[in-house]
Nanobody, 121 residues
Framework: QVRLVESGGGLVQAGGSLRLSCAAS????????MAWYRQVPGKQRELVAS???????NYATPVEDRFTISRDNLKNMVYLQMRSLKPEDTAVYYC???????????????WGQGTQVTVSS
């Protein structure tokens, strides 16, 4: 079993910064893709950024000049550095791990429990 735990959310003023962290625990051999998604009430969960094991990254257009995703493969962690935050960035942010091999099993995808980010105007 792979467990994902996010941290680092909170309340910040517009223009401020936050850094989210996500730790994947278990007997992990490899995680292909790690990503951050976000969701606001009444809307679908949307991709914010993703990063492959080799480091290739992908960003949603609204955040590509403000957010940076990174990962530490030895620690099985993924980070999201968020800068110049806007009220429209307010959402619950979820960590996701895809194509994970852990404890002799393959997991197609898993989610963390989410962390709230609130940006005040």
């Amino acid at each position: 079993q792979v467990r994902l735990v996010e941290s680092g959310g909170g309340l910040v003023q517009a223009g401020g910064s936050l850094r989210l962290s996500c730790a994947a625990s278990g007997i992990i051999v490899t995680i292909n893709t790690m990503a951050w998604y976000r969701q606001v009430p009444g809307k679908q969960r949307e991709l914010v950024a993703s990063i492959l094991g080799a480091g290739r990254t992908n960003y949603a257009t609204p955040v590509e000049d403000r957010f940076t995703i990174s990962r530490d493969n030895l620690k099985n962690m993924v980070y999201l550095q968020m800068r110049s935050l806007k009220p429209e960035d307010t959402a619950v942010y979820y960590c996701r791990a895809e194509d994970t091999v852990s404890g002799g099993r393959y997991y197609a995808g898993g989610w963390g429990q989410g962390t709230q980010v609130t940006v005040s105007s």
